[in-house]
């Protein structure tokens, strides 16, 4: 009995992994729906197509490294998410620029005398 529900839980688990049979499936006309073709009546000058070419392509490939998956910027897709990611590190920032002000700028090791043993 065992063995019979152990053969039967394999073959229900290979039977979820194919794919669904598809028969009916038709393309509804031959030609394409849309066309990826530019319009012919804007005309860029050439020396703003050279400028601009490798800020577009910073900008495609730098575009997911801040996107994180969800397409917004730094990953956020709340924009309420954006005050503690902005505040806390200033105020940290602001908190330190505080505590750097009034350290003395002395070396710690100046009094050192490196010849005694």
Avoid: C, W
């Avoid at 992994?17 to 509804?28: E, K, M």
């Avoid at 940290?92 to 010849?115: C, H, I, K, M, S």
């Amino acid at each position: 009995m065992l063995r019979a529900a152990l053969l039967l839980a394999l073959v229900a688990a290979a039977a979820a992994f194919t794919a669904p049979h598809s028969a009916g499936l038709r393309l509804r006309s031959a030609t394409p729906a849309m066309s990826m073709k530019a319009d012919s009546n804007i005309r860029i000058p050439e020396g703003v197509k050279k400028a601009l070419a490798p800020a577009i392509a910073f900008a495609g490939a730098a575009a997911p490294a801040f996107a994180e998956g969800t397409g917004e910027a730094l990953g956020v897709d709340d924009g309420k998410l954006l005050i503690p990611i902005i505040v806390v590190p200033l105020f940290v920032f602001l908190l330190f620029q505080g505590f750097a002000a009034n350290q003395d700028n002395e070396d710690f090791f100046d009094t050192y005398d490196q010849r005694r043993r």
